[in-house]
């Protein structure tokens, strides 16, 4: 299969706890991107990481991007409550689709 | 709001029925996709569109039929489902497909009874 993995499957931390998760795949990508999904609803870009670049920064999210290991990860800093919500990465290994895994659940206690 | 909207958001239907849910961006996209999103699985590709032309076809039943009359609309055409088909409909669009940022509608909840 092509889709990422994402470690842990659901995760649960105290609020201003960073977090974070991890992000496994299998072929050769062109990007990795990182989705967020609140309960039953739609998906939000979060960041694009390119296959040249090692780690990104936006806000409070750090992502990293190891190729050798084919892996990737995303940091939230000094959570909030509000970022409770399921996270995806999404690979681009080429041609017309992303390949999503099934998420890590993150729940953040006020 | 992303900028891509879909109806309805929920949707109870009969096996017998037919249906459609519909998907629509002003985004300027060329690319759109439905994805299918069940429990505890991955999203599901089922159909990708890039300039109103169907690219991909992940093997989907044909009781799901897609329409993409122009590039900002998107639709997909349901009869005879099962109950097994319940589950989240998410649209989406982008760029160009697979290598830039997709944006997602915030989906139909379809129940097959």
């Known amino acids: 299969s092509q889709q990422g993995e994402e470690d842990p499957q659901a995760l649960s931390i105290q609020e201003g706890e960073n977090a974070t998760m991890n992000c496994s795949y299998k072929?050769?990508?062109?990007?990795l991107q990182w989705y967020r999904q609140n309960s039953g609803r739609g998906l939000v870009h979060l960041i694009l990481?390119?296959?040249?670049?090692r780690e990104k920064h936006s806000g409070r999210l750090r992502v990293t991007l190891d190729t050798s290991k084919k892996s990737s990860s995303l940091l939230i800093t000094a959570s909030r409550a509000a970022d409770t919500a399921s996270y995806f990465c999404?690979?681009?290994?080429?041609?017309?689709?992303?390949?999503f895994g099934t998420g890590t659940s993150l729940t953040v206690i006020p | 709001e992303t900028g891509v909207t879909q109806t309805p958001r929920h949707l109870v239907m009969g096996m017998t029925n037919k249906k459609s849910l519909k998907c629509e961006q002003h985004?300027?996209?060329?690319?759109m996709y439905w994805y299918k999103q069940s429990a505890k699985k991955p999203l599901e590709l089922m159909f990708v569109?890039?300039?109103?032309?169907?690219?991909e076809n992940n093997s989907v039943p044909s009781r799901f039929s897609p329409e993409c009359p122009n590039s900002s609309h998107l639709f997909l055409h349901l009869h005879t489902l099962q109950p097994e088909d319940s589950a989240l409909y998410l649209c989406?669009?982008?760029?160009?497909?697979?290598?830039?940022?997709?944006?997602f509608g915030q989906g139909t909840r379809l129940t097959v009874v």
């Open positions: 989406a669009s982008s760029q160009v497909t697979g290598r830039t940022e997709a944006f």
């Open positions: 072929t050769s990508i062109n990007n």
């Open positions: 569109y890039s300039l109103e032309e169907r690219v």
């Open positions: 999404a690979t681009d290994p080429g041609g017309n689709q992303f390949y």
């Open positions: 985004l300027g996209h060329n690319a």
């Open positions: 990481i390119r296959s040249n670049e």
